[in-house]
Nanobody, 127 residues
Framework: QLQLVESGGGLVQPGGSLRLSCAAS????????VGWFRQAPGEEREGVSC????????NYVGSVRGRFSISRDLAKNTVYLQMDSLKPEDTAVYYC????????????????????WGQGTQVTVSS
């Protein structure tokens, strides 16, 4: 069973940066695409970014493109989300997720496409 654990959230001022980590166990990440999602209170879960299982396809939602960067370290079996120029509207619980099956060179930012989820990490952007 694939397990995912997020870390790195916290409180940051507008314009600041955070790096989230998603550590996987049970399977190596080159079998799975990984997506980052976020959910603010009262809002639906929103796809933020994803990276394909072979690492050659990366997608971002428009609101974070140019500010967020997804990457992975296969030696550590970890996917990262570098978040720069943070805004108050980025405040949410951030989750990483993986699907049961992945297609090479493809990844999705749609939540229903994912089966395995981490517990989430809170990101708060406030002065």
């Amino acid at each position: 069973q694939l397990q995912l654990v997020e870390s790195g959230g916290g409180l940051v001022q507008p314009g600041g940066s955070l790096r989230l980590s998603c550590a996987a166990s049970g399977y190596t990440l080159d079998y799975f695409s990984v997506g980052w999602f976020r959910q603010a209170p009262g809002e639906e879960r929103e796809g933020v970014s994803c990276i394909s299982n072979n690492g050659d396809t990366i997608n971002y939602v428009g609101s974070v493109r140019g500010r967020f960067s997804i990457s992975r370290d296969l030696a550590k079996n970890t996917v990262y989300l570098q978040m720069d120029s943070l805004k108050p509207e980025d405040t949410a619980v951030y989750y990483c997720a993986a699907p049961r099956e992945s297609v090479s060179s493809s990844c999705s930012t749609i939540a229903v496409d994912y089966n395995f989820w981490g517990q989430g990490t809170q990101v708060t952007v406030s002065s």
